[in-house]
């Protein structure tokens, strides 16, 4: 595709080389009015105003809680991913990372905003730790602000950060592991088995450094060097005590034996306007350059920064001449050498994954790698191993991975077009920059269907599928997404071949002319809330509302489950309380689905009430009066399978009122 593409400024070092080259509970069941069924039409997230401050928004069956800048020393720079522990919510930003206390969600409370400047610096947390990516080659060890100058320097990090964040309000950098590739990402694995270690995985996609920085590192490929930094992940075991001492103990090649994947080239539509952008550019003597095998046009802010650094070079002053101009397109090709690398040719397959999610509880990941979906046993944290891959030529760029909460369907997501560029108008294909569902049965992975926001975008809102997490409704997968400038979409996939969206909240784009970065990283539920990390603008706080899709009994029991820390990454099981609000959450389920006679759920409710009003005694013994009486309705139900759960859930709820009232504990 050819773009106009912002490429980062070389060291100065690498300029004057390359110069030298060229020279709340509800007891009913909370049924809201029939209209909410109903998307709003025509669709108010189309064609919505733009603006950095003042876009325009739609919202339906969900609410604004709270929205809020980021802070001076990051606003303006790319707010990433964000992970969760206890009331604080860590917002990774290309600047560094910002704490907030969520406790207090409608007014979230930035606590610490720590400058160190990396990219992406995506984050995850255990108990005292934080670890942090860096994979910019201007990242530095120390944290500092200016850079790193030289091609090769020892100041350099590229790699994981661990920080001990005992006292929030003043992290503290315990440890670097650094890497060949950098960390573009990674996931936190908590083994049930091993209490005294995290490991940590590392998705790095950048070149291979030089191996007089990093020892060790080759971009050789494996028939030369079978040591070589392509083709492999690296894990890292950080011992919990002593994080001092986290180091790579393998990198597993999980990559062997796969070819290039069949993929798609761009839109009939998109390859015209290419075309016509490319040979204006020229026409107007732009600057162009091939890389990955096609010509692009360079920003024209790039060339101007890099003819600035030409004129220095040469102890000039002023405007750039025609002959600094020829310089500048002479060394262009070697500039765009020196950030291709080495790379594998075009027969390869991945050489690296973009995102794995691991799921330690099942003892299997999901990993989004560059062309491919890969299934991982991980029930041996060191040794992951492939058990199954798919390919898809409607997929561009496997990006990420969400398992539903007991393990038997994964979702991956695509991010065609890089998170650059706007993939969700009416010309886009429904199946490309999507997500694709698969169900895993006997460990093999089978496709089901895909799910794109149904929301057109405009040509300047830059959409495409990307991070997001379950909500945890009991008895259901619902998810939300992020989607760029798309915003966020909650939808139900519990039916994996027919996908719904059931919620949503947009904005308009952050430019009305240009496509310009903005719209959600990463869209996670956390104890009760939904938080979005917005790119260019800082936080936002959502809350689910009644629907008829979503009752609030099933709200209060997916709000009652609560956790210590939460990385998407590192998918933990699900566990829900033992509620009232449970129990008629799926109530409510099959009440929406005809799944039991309409007699029994009434006589099901009114037995709750009951239950929930009267004394202990009175309790245990109308709960175990309704459970017998689901045991003999399940006989005739349409959803038996639903009725045994609800029924197990008032036995359990009466077996914990028994022991409530004795004293003891569960």
């Known amino acids: 595709m050819t773009r106009v593409r912002s490429l980062p400024l070389l060291p100065a070092a690498a300029v004057a080389l390359l110069l030298g080259c060229a020279g709340s509970s509800s007891s009913g069941n909370g049924a809201p009015s029939p209209e909410s069924a109903r998307a709003p039409s025509p669709d108010p997230r189309v064609g919505l105003k733009a603006g950095l401050d003042d876009a325009g928004e739609a919202v339906w069956n969900l609410k604004v809680v709270s929205e809020n800048p980021s802070p001076e020393q990051f606003a303006g720079i790319t707010n990433s991913d964000m992970a969760f522990t206890g009331k604080y919510l860590i917002q990774g930003n290309y600047n560094g990372f910002q704490v907030w206390d969520v406790e207090k969600a409608g007014k979230p409370k930035l606590v610490t905003g720590y400058v160190c400047p990396a990219s992406q610096s995506d984050v995850s947390v255990y108990k005292n730790l934080l670890f942090v990516s860096g994979e910019d080659l201007s990242a530095r060890l120390d944290c500092g602000t200016q850079g790193v100058q030289d091609t090769v320097s020892k100041e350099r990090l590229r790699g994981l950060r661990v920080f001990d964040i005992s006292d929030i309000h003043h992290p503290k950098n315990v440890g670097n592991v650094q890497t060949c590739r950098g960390s573009h990402t990674h996931s936190l694995l908590v083994d049930p088995k091993d209490s005294a270690n995290v490991y940590v995985y590392i998705s790095g996609s950048s070149v291979v450094r030089s191996p007089s920085e990093l020892p060790g590192c080759t971009a050789a490929m494996p028939n030369v060097d079978p040591n070589t930094a392509w083709f492999r992940i690296e894990v890292i075991k950080v011992p919990v005590a002593h994080p001092e001492q986290a180091a790579i103990v393998s990198s597993p090649r999980i990559f062997d034996n796969l070819v290039a994947p069949p993929s798609h080239g761009d839109t009939p539509e998109d390859s015209v306007v290419d075309a016509k952008a490319l040979a204006e550019a ?273 709200i209060d029991a997916a709000n009652s489950v609560r956790m210590d820390y939460f990385n998407v990454q590192g998918q933990s099981k699900i566990v829900w309380p033992t509620t009232f609000a449970l129990a008629r959450a799926y109530l409510d389920q099959l009440e929406r689905s005809n799944g039991l006679a309409g007699e029994e759920i009434s006589a099901a409710r009114e037995a709750l009430a009951s239950a929930e009003k009267g004394s202990d005694t009175e309790r245990q013994d109308e709960l175990n009066k309704l459970a017998s009486r689901l045991e003999t309705a399940s006989g005739s139900a349409t959803d038996a399978a639903k009725v045994r759960t609800l029924t197990e859930t008032v036995q359990r709820l009466a077996t914990v009122l028994a022991v409530a009232h004795a004293g003891g504990t569960e």
């Not at 330690?360 to 299934?375: Q, R, S, T």
């Not at 992020?482 to 071949?497: E, I, K, M, N, R």
Request: proline content about 6%.
């Open 282 to 554: 020229k026409a107007r003597g732009a600057f162009t350059y091939t890389m990955y095998g096609q010509e692009q046009v360079l920003d024209d802010g790039d060339a101007e920064g890099w003819l600035s650094e030409i004129v220095s070079a040469r102890g000039g002053s002023g405007a750039p001449t025609a002959a600094d101009s020829a310089v500048l397109r002479q060394a262009l090709p070697h500039i765009i050498a020196m950030m291709e690398g080495e790379e594998p040719d075009s027969s390869a397959g991945p050489t690296q994954c973009h995102d794995i999610t691991l799921y330690p509880a099942i003892g299997l990941a999901g990993g989004a790698c560059e062309g491919y979906g890969l299934l991982l046993d991980i029930s041996d944290p060191v040794r992951p191993v492939r058990i199954h891959e798919v390919s898809d030529s409607n997929f561009s760029y496997w990006h990420s991975a969400t398992f539903n909460n007991d393990g038997t369907k994964l979702l991956f997501s695509d991010e065609w077009g890089g998170g650059s560029q706007p993939k969700c108008r009416v010309t886009d294909k429904k199946e490309w920059g999507a997500d694709a569902i698969f169900t895993v049965a006997d460990r093999k992975m089978q496709f089901q269907s895909y799910y794109k926001l149904p929301a057109p975008q405009g040509a300047t809102e830059i959409c495409v599928a990307h991070n997001g997490s379950l909500i945890p409704v009991p008895g259901r997968d619902i998810m939300v997404q992020a989607w760029y400038q798309g915003g966020l979409s909650v939808f139900d996939w519990t039916d994996p071949a027919k996908p719904v969206e059931i919620a949503y909240f947009d904005r308009g784009p952050v430019s009305a002319t240009e496509p310009v970065s903005g719209g959600y990283w990463s869209t996670y539920w956390y104890n009760g809330h939904i938080y979005g990390s917005e790119m260019a603008r800082g936080l936002d706080v959502f809350s689910l509302t009644p629907s008829a899709f979503l009752s609030q009994n099933e």
